[in-house]
Each structure stands twice: as C-alpha cells, then as structure tokens.
Nanobody, 126 residues
Framework: QVQVVESGGGLVQPGGSLRLSCAAS????????MAWFRQAPGKEREFVAT????????DYTGSVKGRFTISRDNAKNTVYLQMHSLKPDDTAVYYC???????????????????WGQGTQVTVSS
C-alpha cells in the first residue's frame, strides 16, 4: 500500500509563504487523487485543496482560494501545496491524503481518502 510523508512545515510570519511537499512511496501514486487537509487546535479536520491524477482538476476551500496552489509532479511521486499571504488562521497541522485507488475525479470529503500522512505543523505568527 502506498504511503505518504509530508514535509515543509514551520514557523512563518503573517503575509509570508511556505511550500509543503508530500512524497509518496511508489509510482502508483501517479494514478491517485491527492488532497491536503488541515486541523487547528480544538477544531475538526477541514479540507484545503485537492488535485486529480492528471493535474488538470483542482478545488480549494474558499478561505485559501487565490492564496494557495496545489500541484503535483508524478515523475517525482510528489504533491505540493504552495501557500502565500499566510494568516494566523492558517495555523494548523497539515495532512496529505490520497484516495489510494485509480480515479480522475477529485474529492473534498475526508472519508473519500483512505491513506493519510502523519502531518506537518504550520504556524503563522509574528
């Protein structure tokens, strides 16, 4: 079964940028839909962004549209989340997830994703 590992989190000032990476353990990743979710302290996990396996279908939650960009490099088995204009409300643990099965659709519900990483902390603070 494919595994995913996130990296790139850290502490950034408001208005700053970060790029998160999610590396998959094998090439079957290239056929799977990928997504980023996040969970802030005391809150439920929420959808952030998703991308289909061909990379031409994406969706974002409203609060990050225009600031975050999801992309993927299937040759490197990696999906990225480029984050700009970060706000304190973006502070959370960010999780990478994959459906783990072939589909060119994309999904915004956590229950559609079967494989999850351990998460990477993003803290936006001055």
């Amino acid at each position: 079964q494919v595994q995913v590992v996130e990296s790139g989190g850290g502490l950034v000032q408001p208005g700053g940028s970060l790029r998160l990476s999610c590396a998959a353990s094998d090439r079957t990743f290239s056929s799977y839909t990928m997504a980023w979710f996040r969970q802030a302290p005391g809150k439920e996990r929420e959808f952030v962004a998703t991308i289909n396996w061909t990379g031409d279908g994406t969706d974002y939650t409203g609060s990050v549209k225009g600031r975050f960009t999801i992309s993927r490099d299937n040759a490197k088995n990696t999906v990225y989340l480029q984050m700009h204009s970060l706000k304190p409300d973006d502070t959370a643990v960010y999780y990478c997830a994959t459906t783990g099965y072939y589909s060119n659709a994309y999904y915004t519900r956590a229950r559609d994703y079967r494989i999850w990483g351990q998460g990477t902390q993003v803290t936006v603070s001055s």
